[in-house]
């Protein structure tokens, strides 16, 4: 069965820099594109970034472009997403997903990321 | 880019009853690349239906619809863990945007 473990969010100060790691497991994790989906408190779900199996295909929302940076370590089966420049706008629940021809799926549990001085 | 507007916002009814949720697109959509995904409070969404059909170990009583631009998910009869937030998206190609949700609340 395949499975998402996020980790690495917290409280980070504007201006300030984070990187949030997925760990996947139960499936051949060089064989899937990944991506990250975030929810900010109350809100809907925002698609922040994916990338290839490969790790050499990207996109990003605009929202996050120039300031977020995806990538991946197949021999790790770890998806990372490294942020900086943090804003109060980014401050929500981070899920990474793992992207399947029929949606997205599955989900991990998601980290918290907090965006406060 | 493409945007995904979900009506109603919020539809409240009883168990039982039948629940018909709507995904309206910008621009056409592949049915191939469009999923719908259930978000109870607390927990992570997820996958209900995707690529024209329903993902693993979800009950038949979910079904969806649509091509083009409008889309459509409907659940059968009600039961108590239906109850939830419903999210559309379109993923054939960046960027892969989410309609708003529609809450499926007891009336």
């Known amino acids: 069965e395949a499975q998402l473990l996020e980790s690495g969010g917290g409280l980070v100060q504007p201006g300030g820099s984070l990187r949030l790691s997925c760990a996947a497991s139960g499936f051949t994790f060089s064989n899937y594109a990944m991506g990250w989906v975030r929810q900010a408190p109350g809100k809907g779900l925002e698609w922040v970034s994916s990338i290839s199996g490969s790790g050499s295909g990207t996109n990003y929302a605009d929202s996050v472009k120039g300031r977020f940076t995806i990538s991946r370590d197949n021999s790790k089966n770890t998806l990372y997403l490294q942020m900086s420049s943090l804003r109060a706008e980014d401050a929500a629940v981070y899920y990474c997903?793992?992207?399947?021809?029929?949606?997205?799926?599955?989900w991990g549990q998601g980290t918290l990321v907090t965006v406060s001085s | 880019e493409i945007v995904l507007t979900q009506s109603p916002g919020t539809l409240s009814l009883s168990p039982g009853e039948r629940a018909t949720l709507s995904c309206r697109a910008s621009?056409?959509?592949?049915?191939?690349?469009l999923a719908w995904y259930q978000q109870k409070p607390g927990q992570a969404p997820r996958l209900i239906y995707g690529a024209s059909s329903r993902a693993t170990g979800i009950p038949d009583r979910f079904s969806g619809s649509g091509s083009g631009t409008d889309f459509t998910l409907t659940i059968s009869r009600l039961e108590p863990e239906d109850f939830a937030v419903y999210y559309c998206q379109h993923y054939g190609s960046s960027p892969f945007t989410f309609g708003p949700g529609t809450k499926v609340d007891i009336k």
């Open positions: 997903v793992k992207g399947e021809t029929s949606g997205w799926f599955p």
């Open positions: 621009q056409s959509v592949s049915s191939s690349y």
